[in-house]
């Protein structure tokens, strides 16, 4: 079994003409497309066929939804020891395959309600068999497979990590908005069942195939030299090395700015997922429509693209912490404009404070935890991040719905998220690299910090 996930097995990546991190970044990058099926916009083209069948209100379904969510988000921490332990390859091939059985299971799932006796005897069990679905979906693909595509790709890369995040940033974003069309049409043309159990076999043969051949876990695991920063013009001495320590994951959770930039990304989840899953209602208490509503998602990925594409290039010689504040602060814009989206002026406000924050996460989840804590135990650090991220983004939709069933609109919710952001920001602005702090020469190299 050892032998099956050796670096050289099929192929030996140092025979190749071209640095194989580009090959890591696509294929972790396609890997990472394996959330879609069990997230809001993936599950889109489900609900209204699967609510009738199983009896389920829509309030139900999305309680289910959540506590599945929030359940998965609990135990991704345990995914990045796995990764660390048996390596992301073998660890996404495993879940792919687990992925796929949840996806037939999910195609199945109304006839086990009915074999089962589902109905006013038992009201319960359609609530438990979407539990079970919604948390193996979230866990497996929202918590293993992310964060072994994640750790993977970001253990290839040092002096372009910040390129290599915009790449993945911008083709995760394609893929993202177009699946979901995808796995609409899907439904349409063979039925919402059929569908689940065609996408359930993509995973399990091509996706599944995919991991195995061009998966590796890291450049040290098949003997390539890992891409490090050039010399700059003038220099003769090597270059200082990116890291003087490796921090276990207990121990970068002990630093501050692990929680400053974790805390950041989580409310950012928080509020773009609360945000998007209420956005046509939310929308319309403005005199807006379902359409005009959706419509603003389409600048917004043009500014998420291009803060992405920036920011990644810069990131490498910057102090990050700019690019939590610039987060945050687009965020905050993004809150004020959804409090006044009727004028034009409003709407804007909050596509660009939307996608310029979007942008910024893409990065933030991907570049400063190797620069801080180093890549040995990369795969725990960032399950514990993910794990946060992943509970957030399921409680977001929560705590907005309960907003607008309290007070029949969504401004104490958004209200209360603009006032948590200058406390992030003061939080961020005393957060320190750890690694500059060890090596002071570093400095130059990395941005003051």
């Known amino acids: 079994m050892k032998a099956t996930f050796h670096g050289h097995v099929p192929f030996h990546p140092r025979r190749l003409p071209f640095y194989y991190g580009w090959v890591v970044l696509f294929a972790g990058t396609a890997g990472m497309l394996a959330i879609v099926p069990g997230s809001p916009p993936g599950m889109s083209a489900f609900v209204d066929e699967m609510m009738g069948l199983l009896d389920m209100s829509r309030e139900r379904f999305a309680q289910a939804y959540m506590l599945g969510t929030v359940s998965a988000?609990?135990?991704?921490?345990?995914a990045g020891v796995l990764v660390?332990?048996?390596?992301?390859?073998?660890?996404?091939?495993?879940?792919?395959g687990a992925l796929a059985v949840t996806l037939v299971y999910m195609g199945w799932s109304d006839r086990l309600y009915v074999a089962?006796?589902?109905?006013?005897?038992?009201?319960?069990?359609?609530?438990?068999?979407?539990?079970v679905g919604f948390f193996a979906m979230r866990?497996?693909?929202?918590?293993?497979?992310?964060?072994?595509?994640?750790?993977m790709i970001f253990r290839w890369f040092v002096a372009r990590r910040g390129i290599a995040a915009s790449l993945n940033g911008i083709m995760l974003s394609l893929g993202f908005s177009s699946a979901p069309v995808g796995l609409n049409f899907l439904a349409l043309a063979v039925g919402w069942r059929e569908a689940w159990i065609v996408v359930g076999a993509v995973f399990g043969t091509i996706l599944l195939a995919l991991v195995w051949v061009l998966f590796r876990d890291s450049p040290e695991a098949c003997g390539v030299a890992l891409?490090?920063?050039r010399a700059r013009r003038g220099e003769t001495s090597a270059p200082v090395p990116e890291v003087t320590r490796d921090y276990r994951a207990r121990e970068a959770a002990g630093t501050l700015v692990f929680w400053a930039f974790g805390l950041g990304l989580a409310l950012n989840a928080f509020v773009g997922t609360g945000i998007a899953f209420h956005m046509v209602s939310l929308a319309g208490a403005h005199g807006i429509g379902r359409e005009a509503a959706l419509a603003l998602f389409i600048p917004m990925a043009g500014f998420n693209i291009v803060t992405s594409l920036i920011l990644g290039w810069y990131s490498g010689r910057m102090d990050l912490r700019w690019a939590l504040m610039l987060m945050l602060g687009a965020q905050a814009v993004a809150l004020g404009g959804a409090l006044a989206l009727e004028p034009v002026w409003g709407r804007w406000l909050f596509v660009a404070g939307s996608g310029i924050g979007w942008g910024c996460f893409s990065i933030l989840i991907n570049v400063p935890w190797p620069r801080f804590f180093g890549r040995r135990h990369l795969g725990a650090i960032n399950g514990l991040l993910a794990g946060a991220v992943v509970v957030m983004s399921a409680l977001g939709p929560w705590v907005f719905g309960v907003a607008e069933a309290a007070s029949g609109g969504y401004r104490p919710a958004l209200l209360g998220c603009l006032a948590v952001t200058p406390l992030l920001v003061v939080l961020g602005l005393g957060a320190r690299d750890p690694q500059a702090r060890a090596n002071p020469g570093a400095d130059a190299k990395r941005g003051k910090f």
């Open 227 to 229: 891409e490090q920063p």
């Open 139 to 151: 866990a497996l693909g929202g918590g293993v497979i992310m964060t072994a595509c994640r750790t």
């Open 116 to 131: 089962l006796g589902g109905g006013e005897a038992r009201p319960w069990l359609a609530f438990g068999l979407l539990y």
């Open 84 to 96: 660390d332990r048996w390596g992301a390859r073998r660890v996404t091939v495993w879940g792919m």
């Open 73 to 78: 988000g609990l135990i991704t921490p345990w």
